[in-house]
């Protein structure tokens, strides 16, 4: 452990003079003075001002997954379209186990990735 002696200085500034508005400016007035000001017209200003691409909502359709073939990722039938991939898994067992000669041959996969799933 070791002892050591640290000093400090302090400096206090003068406090500055309030400013004093000479005269007051309407608010009608006030706003045509500052869009025409040379800050309101640098290109920062007017990006800032501009309307957001991101303003609008988005919304996002819920997964929803189907069985296809795994040849051609058609559907493979468009009653097995289920809104969870754990119901299409299980599906998909159900098939396989009714039809082994099935195995290999379809798949599940997300419906958005499927060219012309669509909604069933």
Do not use: C, W
């Not at 400016?25 to 309101?40: D, H, K, N, R, T």
């Not at 997954?65 to 159900?94: H, I, K, P, Q």
């Amino acid at each position: 452990m070791r002892q050591r002696n640290v000093a400090y200085e302090v400096i206090y500034l003068p406090e500055h003079a309030p400013v004093r508005v000479k005269f007051g400016m309407p608010p009608g007035l006030s706003q045509f003075s500052m869009a025409g000001a040379a800050v309101a017209q640098s290109p920062l200003s007017q990006a800032r001002r501009a309307p957001s691409p991101l303003g609008d909502r988005v919304s996002v359709d819920d997964d929803r997954y189907v069985v296809v073939s795994a040849e051609n990722l058609g559907l493979f039938r468009s009653d097995l379209a289920f809104d969870t991939a754990t119901a299409a898994d299980l599906a998909l067992r159900g098939l396989f186990s009714e039809r082994p000669e099935l195995t290999g041959t379809i798949q599940v996969m997300p419906a958005a990735a499927v060219p012309h799933a669509g909604a069933p």
